[in-house]
């Protein structure tokens, strides 16, 4: 059994971290996931690594600015909707691993925010079960902007640069 005082203080440090999920499993099959993407967000769940359908949910801890809230005036009070999201491009990660900006420790990066890429150039490393992947661009264009710090945790599909195709 997992000790709920041990995932609240996982929570916890998720929430101060840039690292968007976290999942654990032990050698009794237990599993838990947490993760701090809102499409992921749903629960954090517990179930066994075999193959039997069997879950056990709790609920997930959301921000107190994702819950609309009463107001004085009697009325509640919505949350402020996210500014549209521009023509960016997004190169996401393929996989679980670490992130590397870098070919090795102290060199220089690959790409910085500001640097104009091309198709198939290599835009940062992967490390998967000790495996080094590079990853190239999709895209031609500006960096506008990294999505993560090296040497940081990266999951399936996280955002890892945006592109200005017209930059």
Sequence with gaps: ???????KKLIEMLDGSTVDSIEISSDKGMKLRISKSPQQRAAVAMAPALPAPVAVAAPAVLPAAAAARPTEEGGTAVPK???????ALEIKS???????????????????VGDRISKGQIVCIIEAMKIMNELESEFDGVVREIGIADTHAVEYGQVLFRIDPTG
Aim: hydrophobic fraction near 40%.
């Design 1 to 7: 059994m997992i000790d709920l005082r041990y995932v």
């Design 94 to 112: 393929p996989m679980v691993g670490t992130f590397y900006a870098a070919p090795e420790p102290g060199a220089k990066p690959y790409v910085s």
């Design 81 to 87: 909707a996210e500014a549209p999201k521009s023509a």
